[in-house]
T-cell receptor, first 113, second 109 residues
Framework: DTEVTQTPKHLVMGMTNKKSLKCEQH?????MYWYKQKAKKPPELMFV???????INESVPSRFSPECPNSSLLNLHLHALQPEDSALYLC????????????FGPGTRLTVT | GEDVEQSLFLSVREGDSSVINCTYT??????LYWYKQEPGAGLQLLTY?????DMKQDQRLTVLLNKKDKHLSLRIADTQTGDSAIYFC?????????FGKGTKLSVKP
């Protein structure tokens, strides 16, 4: 099983809303990632968790707040987003950090109005 | 910083072979990856190659690596309409993935 699941599939939110994106994997992977992908662009790394601890924050604005409640779950809490934050948000996991192959979820298509 | 370059478009006829090329800059990359993304979907890991290999074959997919020139290619044999997608090359750099801009493969019947 190499499946990473993400919910919701689509999300529309206003600039004053608070919402959360969820990601789950049951492959025993210890590294989990959030990426942002704009249309016709490659994914851009946002955060990396290793053994449930945040190891990389790629200078992401504080309106994005990641959380890793346990080794299988990764959340991304959203608050006071801007329209330019509309994008496909991809979660990925790998056995460990350090170059192990990453498996991606289907993504959440976020629209900020 | 590290950079990965790919041509943006490739068009082939069904049944032909497709070759997608990629150049990268980090000579210390341990792994190089190919991902496929269909419209509205996430990234699907197609294959990867370890940096000490020259070639890897997996069914219709053949990956060639020229480490001296930092050139990677993905060959898809007998290309089908279901292969139409964007293909991303990615190098592993200091534990993170650096993606190319993606090559959009169009397969004509």
């Amino acid at each position: 099983d190499t499946e990473v699941t993400q919910t919701p599939k689509h999300l529309v939110m206003g600039m004053t809303n608070k919402k959360s994106l969820k990601c789950e994997q049951h492959m025993g992977h210890r590294a989990m990632y959030w990426y942002k992908q704009k249309a016709k662009k490659p994914p851009e790394l946002m955060f990396v968790y290793s053994y449930e601890k945040l190891s990389i924050n790629e200078s992401v604005p504080s309106r994005f707040s990641p959380e890793c409640p346990n080794s299988s779950l990764l959340n991304l809490h959203l608050h006071a987003l801007q329209p330019e934050d509309s994008a496909l948000y991809l979660c990925a996991s790998s056995l460990n950090t350090g170059g192990d192959e990453q498996y991606f979820g289907p993504g959440t298509r976020l629209t900020v109005t | 910083g590290e950079d990965v370059e790919q041509s943006l478009f490739l068009s082939v006829r069904e049944g032909d072979s497709s070759v997608i090329n990629c150049t990268y800059t980090d000579s210390s990359s341990t792994y190089l990856y190919w991902y496929k993304q269909e419209p509205g979907a996430g990234l699907q890991l197609l294959t990867y190659i370890f940096s000490n290999m020259d070639m890897k074959q997996d069914q219709r997919l053949t990956v060639l690596l020229n480490k001296k020139d930092k050139h990677l290619s993905l060959r898809i044999a007998d290309t089908q309409t279901g292969d139409s997608a964007i293909y991303f090359c990615a190098e592993e750099s200091q534990g993170n993935l650096i993606f190319g801009k993606g090559t959009k493969l169009s397969v004509k019947p």
